[in-house]
């Protein structure tokens, strides 16, 4: 019995539920002709006048972001130092890519400048599919994955661009909106977020060779993005998500081997422990059985 107890409390080291606390929202002085406000832990500043509740929505969404972040037992939490994180929306393109916005995208995250830039046009509105890198049902989805980024802005220099990618697509298919995080049952969770994104109505989930993912840094994976067909471009993240899924959930050695890169001193190179190149495909194979019988029939394509 006891040991039962430790097993399910290193399978599932999260609390279960985490529901946003209510929202703080203090308008502050205008800067730049830009509205700002600080929620909790952000600052949020706009060019384009926005209905309250959507922004009360937003302050609880990236508030509770950063709690569900913070309250994960590895140590991903790692904020901007020295300064309030901030979340910057641009209604108009040339503001959005001035800021370093890559043109056609809903939301990023711009690592140079700790700063996560939304594009107000495509927030506010129902997602239109063709103008989306994600292709996002949910928009606050990808204001969850994006706001993930920021607050492990100290500690992306330490992982591999899959595994940030993929953390960040994990605690999107965590949210359930407006900032309630569910992290029970990441089966049943994982496999709704990708039905959803990639296959409503069959169980085959199209995804990219694991090989082609795991050597590139944050500009290869933009431009490996760009290289796929927009309606093609979240089987990257698909992917992503389920190999950081496979880390930790799959076992205690791959929980400690990123719980080791996250605390291993900077500046060393990127860790080799993770998931080693040769195994692309037995990785494919691992996920492959793994996905079967709870639902979801993995499709990578056959090597050239
Ligand atoms: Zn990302």
New binding site residues.
């Given amino acids: 019995m006891a040991l039962l107890l430790i097993t399910a409390a290193a399978a599932d080291p999260l609390p279960r539920e985490i529901v946003p606390a209510k929202a703080v929202l203090v308008a502050r002085p205008d800067e730049n002709g830009r509205k700002v406000w600080h929620t909790r832990f952000f600052r949020i500043d706009s060019d384009i006048e926005l209905r309250p509740n959507d922004l009360l929505r937003l302050a609880q969404v990236a508030d509770t972001t950063a709690a569900a972040v913070k309250a994960h037992p590895l140590p991903l939490f790692a904020p901007p130092e020295g300064q309030r994180a901030r979340i910057a929306i641009h209604a108009r393109d040339s503001a959005y890519k001035e800021e370093g916005g890559v043109p056609g995208t809903a939301g990023?995250?711009v690592a140079r400048k700790a700063l996560v830039l939304i594009h107000g046009e495509h927030f506010l509105r129902a997602p239109d599919p063709a103008r989306s890198r994600l292709a996002p049902q949910n928009n606050e989805d990808l204001v969850v994955?994006?706001l993930?980024?920021l607050c492990m802005h100290r500690t992306n220099a330490r992982l591999p661009q899959w595994m940030?990618?993929g953390l960040?697509?994990y605690f999107a298919s965590a949210h359930a909106g407006g900032g309630r995080f569910s992290f029970g049952n990441a089966d049943q969770r994982i496999r709704e977020h990708l039905r959803t994104r990639l296959s409503p109505d069959d169980p085959g989930i199209p995804l990219i060779p694991v090989a082609g993912l795991l050597p590139l840094d944050g500009r290869g994976?933009l431009r490996y993005l760009e290289s796929l067909p927009v309606d093609e471009r979240y089987r990257a993240?698909a992917t992503a998500l389920l190999l950081a899924h496979q880390q930790l959930h799959g076992g205690k050695a791959r929980f400690d081997a990123l719980r080791a890169a996250l605390e291993e001193p900077r500046n060393r190179g990127l860790p080799q422990s993770l998931v080693p190149l040769a195994e692309g495909p037995a990785t494919q194979k691992s996920l492959v059985r793994y996905w079967q019988p709870k639902g979801l029939s993995l499709e990578f394509p056959a090597p050239p």
């Fill in positions: 990023m995250y994955h994006e993930v980024h940030i990618e960040a697509e994976w993240y």
